[in-house]
């Protein structure tokens, strides 16, 4: 029974693995790619298998994903209107002919180009697998930090740092390359040098509102199916988009997706006393920067160099600065947070003087955090590379050097992190405008 039942499994897994699942649902959603004509078996006189199964990792993509289409007018990193009618014969008016709009952060590749026959769908998964990029977590956490509920906001940070680290880290030890293309088509790029189980951005986009509802229901006055269902959509909606972008297999975003439940209940019923010990215990600023630092070094030695160590560093360094900034504002009497006595929390008349207070606060405090950001990368990587003796002439080049990476992301999220929670906080107080 208990062979069968492992044997039925392993089947299960290696079915929804399969790329071709991935490029029917892409079809499906009015994607066609521009590959080539299939070469033809030289044995049997029959068009190669449009399945060849997963590839190994490269540095860089194969001629099919570099290759030129024949189209002299398409744009790079965008997109157009089609001159010609779909590959399923699809009226021109309706195609829209595209490239991905950023290219691979490791190789620089841009792209293949590719049809799009609904254009609806494109601008709804392009939304939802932003929100599983870094610009969305540098404008949601400050947010919801600013203007709804600052507690809420860094014991997020928590999760979503520790949820990076176990997925990225993850993904260097399985080592699955991404879907084969052809058959897929990659919608995204950016990412495609990365190996993909399990998704991350599944991961992100469960974790996220999941905890912001577990977290805020009960905390806040609204319906319990009106929280739950927000965060399922949201989930669902980065879960299907990584689908969509060719980026993961139906298997990677299912694991992503369970995965990330499984961190969640693990950290659930302990985020109060980590919250606590971040605020109150006196070696919370050493433990918290051995810990992250540690766990950094451990990502960084599992493979070779590729964007993901970056980021599982960067999730880890804004949990550094965040982690600091709440101890620095509890033992300064700087904590926003609402006394018990008023729990639960009930939303406030939305008036035009709110809206221009929130949208003020948002829009000095993300300023500050590009600004700080900017400032320290352009400082942190040139001293970096004289202190190692590295070039650093190319930017791309020093970085996939640990010795680089690694410290460069620390410093420059933590302190991004350190002035979400703390700097910003005390010049809106300054500018009178908290």
Same mark, same amino acid.
């Given at each position: 029974? /208990?062979?069968?039942?492992?044997k039925?499994?392993?089947?299960?897994?290696?079915?929804?693995?399969?790329?071709?699942?991935?490029?029917?649902?892409?079809?499906?959603?009015?994607?066609?790619?521009?590959?080539?004509?299939?070469?033809?078996? =030289?044995?049997?006189?029959?068009?190669?298998?449009?399945?060849?199964?997963?590839?190994?990792?490269?540095?860089?993509?194969? #001629?099919?994903?570099?290759?030129?289409?024949g189209?002299?007018?398409?744009?790079?990193?965008?997109?157009?209107?089609?001159?010609?009618?779909?590959?399923?014969?699809?009226?021109?008016?309706?195609?829209?002919?595209?490239?991905?709009?950023?290219?691979?952060?490791?190789?620089?590749d841009?792209?293949?180009?590719?049809?799009?026959?609904?254009?609806?769908?494109?601008?709804?998964?392009?939304?939802?697998?932003?929100?599983?990029?870094?610009?969305?977590?540098?404008?949601?956490? =400050?947010?919801?930090?600013?203007?709804?509920?600052?507690?809420?906001?860094?014991? !997020?940070?928590?999760?979503? /740092?520790?949820?990076?680290?176990?997925?990225?880290?993850?993904?260097?030890?399985?080592?699955?390359?991404?879907?084969?293309?052809? %058959?897929?088509?990659?919608?995204?790029? &950016?990412?495609?040098?990365?190996?993909?189980?399990?998704?991350?951005h599944?991961?992100?986009?469960?974790?996220? %509102?999941?905890?912001?509802?577990?977290?805020t229901?009960?905390?806040?006055?609204y %319906?319990? !199916?009106?929280?739950?269902? +927000?965060?399922l959509?949201?989930?669902?909606?980065?879960?299907?988009?990584?689908?969509?972008?060719?980026?993961h297999?139906?298997?990677?975003?299912?694991?992503?997706?369970?995965?990330? +439940?499984?961190?969640?209940?693990? &950290?659930?019923?302990?985020l109060?006393?980590?919250?606590?010990?971040?605020?109150?215990?006196?070696?919370?600023?050493?433990?918290?920067?051995?810990? *992250?630092? #540690? +766990?950094?070094?451990?990502?960084?030695?599992?493979?070779?160099?590729?964007?993901?160590?970056?980021?599982?560093?960067?999730?880890?360094?804004?949990?550094?600065?965040?982690?600091?900034?709440? *101890?620095?504002?509890?033992?300064?009497?700087?904590?926003?947070?609402?006394p018990?006595?008023?729990?639960?929390?009930? +939303? %406030?008349?939305i008036?035009?003087?709110?809206?221009?207070?929130?949208?003020?606060?948002?829009?000095?405090?993300?300023?500050?955090?590009?600004?700080?950001?900017?400032?320290?990368?352009?400082?942190?990587?040139?001293?970096?590379?004289?202190?190692?003796?590295l070039?650093?002439?190319?930017?791309?080049?020093?970085?996939? *050097?640990?010795?680089?990476?690694?410290?460069?992301?620390?410093?420059?999220?933590?302190?991004?992190?350190?002035?979400?929670?703390?700097?910003?906080?005390?010049?809106?107080?300054?500018?009178?405008?908290?």
């Amino acid at each position: 029974m /208990a062979i069968d039942f492992v044997k039925t499994f392993v089947h299960m897994c290696n079915y929804l693995q399969d790329p071709c699942h991935v490029a029917r649902f892409q079809q499906f959603c009015g994607v066609k790619g521009t590959f080539p004509v299939k070469p033809t078996n =030289p044995d049997s006189g029959q068009p190669q298998s449009d399945c060849p199964g997963l590839r190994k990792r490269v540095q860089q993509e194969v #001629s099919v994903e570099n290759g030129a289409t024949g189209d002299s007018t398409a744009q790079l990193n965008g997109m157009q209107g089609d001159s010609t009618a779909g590959l399923d014969g699809t009226p021109a008016a309706e195609t829209i002919r595209a490239k991905p709009l950023r290219k691979n952060s490791l190789t620089g590749d841009v792209g293949q180009e590719f049809l799009i026959h609904n254009k609806f769908l494109f601008y709804l998964f392009t939304f939802g697998t932003e929100l599983g990029n870094e610009m969305f977590f540098i404008i949601f956490f =400050p947010f919801l930090f600013w203007n709804i509920d600052a507690l809420v906001s860094r014991r !997020l940070i928590v999760v979503w /740092a520790w949820n990076l680290f176990v997925g990225q880290s993850t993904k260097d030890l399985v080592r699955w390359s991404r879907p084969a293309s052809p %058959p897929v088509v990659k919608v995204e790029v &950016f990412y495609n040098s990365e190996y993909s189980m399990p998704s991350t951005h599944a991961m992100t986009g469960t974790a996220i %509102p999941f905890c912001v509802f577990m977290l805020t229901y009960g905390r806040w006055q609204y %319906p319990f !199916l009106f929280g739950f269902f +927000l965060a399922l959509s949201w989930s669902v909606l980065v879960c299907v988009s990584r689908v969509y972008m060719g980026m993961h297999s139906i298997l990677e975003v299912i694991t992503g997706f369970l995965y990330s +439940l499984l961190i969640l209940a693990f &950290f659930w019923p302990i985020l109060d006393k980590i919250d606590n010990f971040y605020m109150m215990d006196d070696y919370a600023p050493l433990v918290v920067i051995v810990s *992250h630092v #540690s +766990l950094g070094l451990v990502a960084f030695s599992l493979d070779s160099w590729s964007t993901s160590r970056g980021d599982t560093a960067q999730a880890l360094g804004t949990g550094v600065g965040a982690a600091l900034a709440t *101890h620095v504002n509890y033992q300064l009497g700087l904590l926003p947070d609402p006394p018990l006595s008023s729990l639960p929390l009930t +939303l %406030p008349p939305i008036t035009t003087s709110l809206v221009v207070l929130s949208l003020l606060r948002f829009v000095i405090g993300v300023a500050v955090l590009l600004v700080t950001r900017m400032v320290m990368k352009a400082v942190t990587i040139p001293f970096l590379c004289r202190v190692f003796g590295l070039p650093s002439d190319d930017v791309r080049q020093a970085r996939q *050097h640990m010795r680089v990476e690694l410290p460069y992301r620390y410093i420059v999220y933590s302190v991004v992190g350190f002035s979400c929670v703390c700097v910003v906080p005390l010049l809106f107080r300054i500018l009178n405008v908290a």
